[in-house]
């Protein structure tokens, strides 16, 4: 990619910046005298000697263009490229040739509460894929591509081609998209929902309404009437080439059973665990049936202790190793939440109440916003905490003593309480569901926690 340098001047940002006056009648590096008081002053003093030698511009001078005293620098960190092959090897090329490449996607929580309202109201689930959804970006920059090998035009082989349209390969092709696709979706009249720039939502008079999930180029159509999800596809076909998958089976390598009969659906990823155990030679390691042993600690007398050890443990890809598991732990995996991974370290179980607290009431507002924007309002949201000192200390904003050294963004639950727009609630701690995402605990309460949170054995 590359842009001619009319272009690149155009969009580049420049600054004012104010340099020393190098004119041959003065040497001062001072500034020039602002109050007349200061210029009688100078008046009066001696004439100062002027230095005959030749004067000549420091050498960063030469990365800015000069007016009088107020030179202009380009954005960049070694300045603007000069030459094809230095724009070639910059860092920074790219950042002048496109501004935008962050493009949302719906958040795996917007899923589970579409898939649950799919449940509870019995509505039909359907699933579209763009083909070639790339290529639908319209560009807002001007870019040029080499001719590609096997199609380059005879006598006219030192050619660029501009693009018309946005191209697989571009780091802007992803967002591109999802701007056409969001113009297109709200002109046929739907809104974008504020909690989630990718789930969009419809309501018709007969009180219908369609929701839309997008996650990059993979759709979820939910809505109660059938005939009207089938209007949206067909509008969708007019516009983009898509690909009906018809009721929906599969979203991000989960599977989705549903049965429409008891009002249920599971979300399962068995194929990934198994392609994750596969990866990492742990198809045949036995099962245990916790996650995380009680009382069990890690320490440092666990580590490579020698050089032999340590040259192992540098070819086990731990890290890759984490993040898959804790993809799985987001998607559909609660249970292993504790032993994968932890938030900040607290100083004290109360103040580890507290945070999680603050968290779980972030978490409820966002999705009690959700749900306002797709019309099922909840009258009250409830959080549950088996902490009685994380109690007091939310509910009584003069508990200065103990708490002085907690973050402030963990009081934002004391404002909650206060408005009561979530309302913080004791529960014992053998009915805490919560406990093993936070804790080692027995077999028992394992399974007991993990079956009432909906997690089943398959």
């Known amino acids: ?221 939910a809505g109660s009437n059938k005939d009207r999800v089938q209007e949206l596809k067909a509008q969708l076909a007019r516009e983009f080439e898509m690909k009906d998958l018809g009721p929906a089976n599969k979203i991000l390598g989960m599977q989705i059973h549903r049965d429409r009969n008891n009002m249920k659906i599971w979300l399962s990823q068995k194929n990934y665990l198994k392609k994750i155990l596969r990866r990492f030679n742990m198809q045949d390691c036995k099962s245990i049936s916790i996650s995380f042993p009680v009382n069990f600690k890690l320490s440092s007398s666990m580590c490579p202790s020698n050089e032999a050890k340590m040259k192992e443990m540098s070819q086990v890809p731990y890290a890759s190793a984490v993040g898959s598991l804790m993809f799985a732990m987001i998607c559909t995996r609660p249970d292993i939440a504790q032993a994968v991974g932890e938030t900040v370290v607290a100083l004290s179980t109360t103040e580890a109440e507290y945070m999680a607290a603050t968290q779980a009431y972030k978490e409820a507002i966002w999705i009690q916003m959700l749900l306002e924007e797709l019309r099922h309002k909840q009258e009250k949201n409830f959080v549950y905490c088996d902490s009685q000192s994380a109690l007091h200390i939310a509910r009584n904003p003069a508990f200065h003593s103990r708490t002085k050294h907690i973050g402030v963004q963990y009081h934002f639950v004391r404002e909650v309480v206060e408005d009561e727009s979530v309302d913080l609630q004791k529960i014992h701690t053998k009915e805490n569901l919560a406990d093993d995402l936070t804790k080692p605990i027995n077999a028992n309460k394992f399974v007991w926690s993990r079956s009432s949170c909906g997690l089943a054995e398959t």
Request: charged residues 30%.
């Open 1 to 221: 990619m590359d842009e001619d340098d009319s272009s690149v001047k155009e969009k580049s940002e420049t600054i004012p910046v104010y340099v020393e006056n190098n004119s041959e009648d003065s040497d001062s590096s001072e500034a020039a005298p602002e109050h007349e008081e200061q210029e009688s002053v100078e008046s009066e003093a001696p004439e100062v000697r002027r230095s005959t030698r030749e004067r000549r511009p420091p050498t960063w001078h030469s990365e800015y263009v000069t007016e009088i005293n107020v030179a202009y620098c380009l954005l960049t960190e070694d300045g603007e490229p000069s030459t094809f092959h230095e724009a070639l090897n910059s860092s920074d090329k790219e950042g002048i040739d496109f501004n935008e490449i962050f493009s949302p996607v719906v958040r795996l929580t917007t899923i589970r509460i579409v898939l649950a309202m799919c449940a509870t109201f019995d509505l039909h689930l359907e699933q579209l894929d763009v083909k070639t959804a790339f290529l639908h970006g319209e560009l807002e920059e001007e870019i040029y591509m080499l001719q590609l090998e096997g199609f380059a035009e005879t006598v006219k082989e030192n050619l660029v081609c501009r693009l018309n349209k946005s191209l697989y390969g571009l780091k802007q092709a992803s967002r591109c998209w999802y701007k056409r696709f969001d113009s297109f979706i709200m002109s046929l009249g739907y809104n974008r929902l504020s909690s989630d720039h990718c789930a969009y939502y419809k309501r018709f008079e007969d009180n219908d309404f369609i929701i839309l999930l997008l996650y990059v180029d993979d759709m979820l159509v």
